[in-house]
């Protein structure tokens, strides 16, 4: 198991560039964090196979259209291992690949909203991209979207069920009340 510290420098803050490495870590299965810095850098920490977190900074160094003020633009990109100068460590505890937006988000759902929206900014700011590429974004976006709805209805579609059980419970005890009141 390796870990790194990645340091990204470029046009990457206020654009989804951090959707856009949780959905790449994620599918390469890493763990670990990311957070925008107060310098305009984004730091990565990662663990995983050293062969998947190669592949993590390839596919995290992006070449937007420099300038566009919404599409990011990968400048710099800095890898240190656990063992190297410069490697820095997670900053918090983490179960998958998470998120840090700075401040304590409880509820899960809330989480996956902002994570939605953020991620949303990312694959509008593609549409200078190939057509190719972009209906590639897209599909990645759906795939993680569809996902996230999937687990949404595995938490919170028992409570739907139990709201229809106690309607129909209040339903017959409204009837009943007014055929008393008869």
Known sequence: MTKATIIVEGWIQSIGYRAFVKQAASQLELKGLVRNLPN??????????????????EKIDFKGKRGDPLSAYVENLSIHLESEQGY?????????????????IPSSADRLIIENLESG?????????????????????????NGNFGRMEGKYGSISEEMKKMRTILERLAEAYIEKQK
């Open 40 to 57: 305009g850098k984004v730091e990565i920490f990662c663990e995983g196979d050293l062969a998947k977190i190669n592949l993590l900074t």
């Open 88 to 104: 820095l460590g997670p900053w918090k505890a983490y179960k998958e690949f998470e998120i840090d937006y700075g401040i304590d």
């Open 121 to 145: 900014k990312i694959y509008v700011a593609t549409s200078n991209l190939k057509f190719d590429q972009l209906t590639n974004q897209f599909s990645l976006f759906r795939e993680e979207t």
